[in-house]
């Protein structure tokens, strides 16, 4: 049975940091790549960022890049997003999710498993 746990969600103000994480099982890690995902009050869910398994590639919203870092240990299983500099506008659900493809990571239809999500707030 796959599950994905995410944590480290919460309340900072604006310019502040946090650090999710994911804690993976009943997934080999070498087989997927991991994303994370956001939906915020009333708007779709929208991509963040994503890694393939080998961590060999990363992909980042617009919105995000400069500020979050994905990072991966697969020895543990697990996939961290260090979030720097945030900004109300990153007040969302953080939502992890895993998929076999190695393609298309940020089209959320393609993810095969997701996590229950990680309430971020950001604070002006």
């Known amino acids: 049975q796959v599950q994905l746990v995410e944590s480290g969600g919460g309340l900072v103000q604006a310019g502040g940091s946090l650090r999710l994480s994911c804690a993976a099982s009943g997934v080999a890690p070498s087989s997927y790549a991991m994303g994370w995902f956001r939906q915020a009050p009333g708007k779709e869910r929208e991509f963040v960022v994503a890694?393939?398994?080998?961590?060999?590639?990363?992909y980042y919203a617009d919105s995000v890049k400069g500020r979050f870092t994905i990072s991966r240990d697969n020895a543990k299983n697990t996939v961290n997003l260090q979030m720097n500099n945030l900004k109300p506008e990153d007040t969302a659900v953080y939502y992890c999710a895993a998929t076999r493809r190695g393609y298309e990571l940020g089209l959320s239809g393609n993810y095969d498993y997701w996590g229950q999500g990680t309430q971020v707030t950001v604070s002006s």
């Open positions: 890694i393939t398994w080998s961590s060999a590639r990363t």
